[in-house]
């Protein structure tokens, strides 16, 4: 049986590729920072003394360790089969997104190259394109264009994850059950929208 370590297991994207996870014959690991682990029930299994956690699903192993701290991240891939990187910094300041997107990442992959992990998942995002309507273009012929402080940092995590030899993933706006950014922003200027008699365009 594969073991699986799913970082920002606590956060959006995270909590729903463990709950997918979860359906398959595969040991859960999830790393997360914040304590205890959102949506989490009783700990079934303990991670390493340094990082143990309350388990957020039955039978999961929960690590806490936290990306800007390298030392945290020592013996978090051992004996793991593969790295799903979901964890992210998005918005705030331009030293936050260094600190958890590229020098994170960086720190954690390295961490997974020492231990040995056979397969990385980074989990980014489709904003490294910057802005565009991108109409019948290819995938694979767009050029990175990020805009944002995340969107930059996202970008170098992914140089450091393909450098490795590993696997990105670029979705675009991602919703549904738990979201906090999409739905609820769609909402607001829908109220804003419906408070005006006349929009200029």
Same mark, same amino acid.
């Given at each position: ?12 994207? $995270?909590?729903?590729?463990? =709950? !997918? @996870?979860?359906?398959?014959?595969? &040991?859960?690991?999830?790393? *997360? ?5 959102? %949506? ?5 299994? !303990?991670?390493?003394?340094?990082? !143990? ?5 039955? %039978?999961? =192993?929960?690590?806490?360790? &936290? #990306? ?7 013996g978090v891939?051992?004996?793991? &089969? /593969?790295?799903?990187?979901?964890? *992210?910094?998005?918005?705030?300041? /331009?030293?936050?997104? !260094? ?15 020492? @231990?040995?992990?056979?397969?990385? /998942? ?9 802005? $565009? ?8 012929? #767009?050029?990175?264009n990020p ?13 450091? /994850? ?10 675009? #706006?991602?919703?549904?059950?738990? &979201? ?17 008699? *006349?929009?200029?365009?």
């Amino acid at each position: 049986m594969p073991t699986i370590l799913i970082t920002g297991a606590a956060g959006f994207v $995270g909590g729903h590729v463990t =709950r !997918e @996870a979860a359906r398959y014959r595969a &040991d859960l690991r999830l790393m *997360s920072h914040r304590s205890p682990l959102l %949506g989490s029930g009783p700990p079934t299994q !303990e991670g390493p003394p340094t990082q !143990e956690g309350p388990a957020g699903q039955d %039978g999961a =192993r929960v690590v806490r360790a &936290d #990306l800007t701290d390298p030392a945290s991240l020592r013996g978090v891939c051992d004996g793991v &089969d /593969v790295l799903i990187h979901c964890a *992210s910094q998005i918005g705030g300041g /331009v030293e936050a997104n !260094e600190a958890v997107n590229a020098r994170g990442t960086a720190a954690l992959v390295e961490e997974a190259r020492r @231990a040995g992990v056979a397969r990385i /998942v980074q989990l980014s995002t489709a904003s490294v394109y910057g802005r $565009g309507t991108f109409r019948g273009d290819r995938p694979e012929e #767009l050029r990175r264009n990020p805009g944002s402080p995340t969107s930059r940092t996202r970008a170098a995590a992914e140089d450091t /994850v393909l450098a490795a030899g590993g696997v990105v993933l670029r979705p675009h #706006l991602v919703y549904g059950e738990g &979201d906090r950014w999409v739905v609820p922003g769609l909402t607001r200027m829908l109220r804003v929208l419906g408070s005006t008699r *006349s929009i200029r365009v």
